[in-house]
T-cell receptor
Framework: NAGVTQTPKFRILKIGQSMTLQCTQD?????MYWYRQDPGMGLKLIYY???????DKGEVPNGYNVSRSTTEDFPLRLELAAPSQTSVYFC????????????FGSGTRLTVV | GQQVMQIPQYQHVQEGEDFTTYCNSS?????IQWYKQRPGGHPVFLIQ?????EVKKQKRLTFQFGEAKKNSSLHITATQTTDVGTYFC????????????FGTGTRLQVFP
């Protein structure tokens, strides 16, 4: 099992550019999440999904969009990148929030210049 | 909003010393989870506690869930350099089961 796979691992964007961070999981988990982690800080929830076709906002959704067309994939779209979006982005999945834990991907380190 | 705070924010210990991090939630939780993140790595799930007053052990790590289900602790006995990293607690608020609220984290540094 690959678990949760994120691509790319690193990316440098110029201000105003757009990009999609890819996330795919092969564990048949219904729940998927996007977090951002600023240097030396905790995890902030951007968006989450409880199943295909269902998404909802987390704590810090502004400047981001998501879609969940399949159980496996949960891409995160950044429109009009800003320096404040420089961060490490983690995708995670789980069977549920009450059973077991989250499985995290290895992260995407994004720098906006 | 719902918050989960951890103390201390940082802890430096000599190898062999014990370490404890405390987790406090502003709301009652249905369960608490603990994660470890090595420097430059991603969070890795350690354990989940569900019952009030529950205590679980994993080798040198002891996890406790408070009686009121609003606090938790992680204690490491005789730290080793492999324990270095940031430890996060994360709780599911009672009645809001769609997501975890992550704590602020405690960064542990172990000197040999």
């Amino acid at each position: 099992n690959a678990g949760v796979t994120q691509t790319p691992k690193f990316r440098i964007l110029k201000i105003g550019q757009s990009m999609t961070l890819q996330c795919t999981q092969d564990m048949n988990h219904n729940y998927m999440y996007w977090y951002r982690q600023d240097p030396g800080m905790g995890l902030k929830l951007i968006y989450y999904s409880v199943g295909a076709g269902i998404t909802d906002k987390g704590e810090v959704p502004n400047g981001y969009n998501v879609s969940r067309s399949t159980t496996e994939d949960f891409p995160l779209r950044l429109e009009l990148a800003a320096p404040s979006q420089t961060s490490v982005y983690f995708c995670a999945s789980s069977f549920s929030t009450g059973i077991g834990g989250y499985t995290f991907g290895s992260g995407t380190r994004l720098t906006v210049v | 909003g719902q918050q989960v705070m951890q103390i201390p924010q940082y802890q430096h210990v000599q190898e062999g010393e014990d370490f404890t991090t405390y987790c406090n939630s502003s709301t009652t939780l249905s369960n608490i989870q603990w994660y470890k993140q090595r420097p430059g790595g991603h969070p890795v799930f350690l354990i989940q506690l569900v019952k009030s007053g529950e205590v679980k052990k994993q080798k040198r790590l002891t996890f406790q869930f408070g009686e009121a289900k609003k606090n938790s602790s992680l204690h490491i006995t005789a730290t080793q350099t492999t324990d270095v990293g940031t430890y996060f607690c994360a709780g599911t608020p009672l009645g809001n089961t769609d997501k975890l609220i992550f704590g602020t984290g405690t960064r542990l540094q172990v000197f040999p």
